[in-house]
């Protein structure tokens, strides 16, 4: 049974941080690239990062950059985003998703194959 499960997120005040993880099972986590979504209220699901299996390149959408960094222990079966500086705008729900094939995160994750249940990100001004 594949699962994807995140934990982490939280209420903060702007300015904050806060480290997700994620971690995988019943896939061969450490053979697929993984990245980073959320969804604030009202709005579609949006990229936030991407990494490869070997953790070269990651990948940001540009809003974050700078302020999150994407991340991922393999022999743990897991992938964190640390979130710094955090403003009210990040808030929302955070996924992770997991897939064998480098795909876009520019699309709001359609096509990722394997998906979380998110954890909340409240910020708070």
């Known amino acids: 049974q594949v699962q994807l499960v995140e934990s982490g997120g939280g209420s903060v005040q702007a300015g904050g941080s806060l480290r997700l993880s994620c971690t995988g099972s019943?896939?061969?986590?450490?053979?697929?690239?993984v990245g980073w979504f959320r969804q604030a209220p009202g709005k579609e699901r949006e990229g936030v990062a991407r990494?490869?299996?070997?953790?070269?390149?990651?990948y940001y959408r540009d809003s974050p950059k700078g302020r999150f960094t994407i991340s991922r222990d393999n022999a743990l079966n897991t992938l964190y985003l640390q979130m710094n500086t955090l403003t009210p705008e990040d808030t929302g729900m955070y996924y992770c998703?997991?897939?064998?094939?480098?795909?876009?995160?520019?699309?709001?994750?359609?096509?990722?194959?394997?998906w979380g249940q998110g954890t909340r990100v409240t910020v708070s001004s």
């Open positions: 998703a997991a897939d064998p094939i480098l795909k876009t995160i520019r699309n709001g994750g359609r096509g990722w194959t394997y």
């Open positions: 019943g896939f061969p986590f450490s053979n697929y690239y």
């Open positions: 990494i490869d299996p070997n953790s070269r390149d990651p």
